[in-house]
C-alpha cells in the first residue's frame, strides 16, 4: 500500500477557499488513481472527487461539482484539492484515498473500492 499524508487544516470564512494536499511515498504515485472523502460529524463518509493516473479524467460529487477542483503532480507524489465558495455544509474531515489501476483512465466513484487512506484533516468552513 501507498502511505498517505494530508496537509492544509483549515478555518475558513463561508465563501472563503482552501487548498488540501496529500503526499504519497512507498509506492509508486503514478500507478493509482487518487480520491478525496470526507465525513462529517454524525454523517456517513461521503465521495468528494476522484483523478485518473494520468490526470486526464476527473469526477466530482454534485454537492462539490463546479466549486472544487481535484489535481496532482504525479513528479511530486502529489494530489490537490482546491476548495472555493465554501460553505458551512463542507465541514468535515478531508481524507486521500489510493486505488492501484492498471488503466491510466480509470477514476472510481465510491470509496469502499480505495485501499489506502491517509489519516485525514480537519476543515471548518464558519458562517
Known amino acids: 500500500q501507498v502511505q498517505l499524508v494530508e496537509s492544509g487544516v483549515g478555518l475558513v470564512l463561508a465563501g472563503g477557499s482552501l487548498r488540501l494536499s496529500c503526499a504519497a511515498s512507498?509506492?509508486?504515485?503514478?500507478?493509482?488513481?487518487m480520491g478525496w472523502v470526507r465525513q462529517a460529524p454524525g454523517k456517513e463518509r461521503e465521495f468528494v472527487a476522484a483523478i485518473s493516473r494520468g490526470g486526464s479524467r476527473t469526477y466530482y460529487a454534485d454537492s462539490v461539482k463546479g466549486r472544487f477542483t481535484i489535481s496532482r503532480e504525479n513528479a511530486k507524489n502529489t494530489v490537490y484539492l482546491q476548495m472555493n465558495s465554501l460553505k458551512p455544509e463542507d465541514t468535515a474531515v478531508y481524507y486521500c484515498a489510493a486505488k492501484p489501476d492498471r488503466s491510466y483512465y480509470t477514476i472510481t466513484s465510491y470509496y469502499t473500492a480505495y485501499d489506502s487512506w491517509g489519516q485525514g484533516t480537519q476543515v471548518t468552513v464558519s458562517s
Open positions: 512507498g509506492r509508486t504515485f503514478s500507478n493509482y488513481s
